[in-house]
C-alpha cells in the first residue's frame, strides 16, 4: 500500500525539521514577506511535492516575489535547495535529504503512536529550551489530539447508528431495549 503525505503533514514534517525550519525561517527577516505555495506532481506511482519558497520585499514599491528556496518530498524523503534542480538533485542524494516517517492517523492506533512521538518532540524541544520549536510542537501536538477526538466522535456515532433502528416515521427504535 501506497502511503502519500497531506499538504498540512508535509508543512508540520517542514516545520518540524530543524534544518529546514531554520533556513526558511531565516528568510523571514524584518521588511520582508514569505510565500509559499505546494505543488504536487504525479509521477507514475508515486507523487512529487514541491514548494516553492518565495520572499517579496514589503520596503519596495512594485515588489516582485524572488525565489529563495524550494523544498521537494517524495515516499519518506524531505530535501531543501536553493532551486528546484539542486532540490532534487538533494532528495535523490543520500545526505542532501532527510527521512521521515508517514504516519497513519487514520486508525486510533495509528493516531496515539503520532501522539506519543509528538510529546516525546515536545519534551526534547522543552529540554533544550527551543522555545519556538516547542511551539510547532504543541501546535502539532494539539492539531493530533484534534483528529483523535473526531475519529473517537465518529466512532461513537457508529456505534449508535448500530444500536438503533430508524422507521419508516424517521422515528429511533432502540435496539438495546429488552420487551
Known sequence: MWQYFGPMQLDNLIEQDNTISKEIQGLNVTG???TKEMIIVPIE???LYVVPIYQTSLNETNSVPV????VVASGNKIALGDDLTKAIRNLL???GSVSVDVEDNSTIE???ESIIKANNNLTESNEANNWEQMGRDIKALQALVKQL???KKEENNNIIDQNNIIDTNNTVIDNNINV
Open 149 to 151: 477526538e473526531e475519529i
Open 45 to 47: 506511482n508515486t507523487l
Open 67 to 70: 525565489l529563495k528556496k524550494v
Open 93 to 95: 542524494s543520500p545526505t
Open 110 to 112: 495509528g493516531l496515539l
Open 32 to 34: 520582508a514577506k514569505i
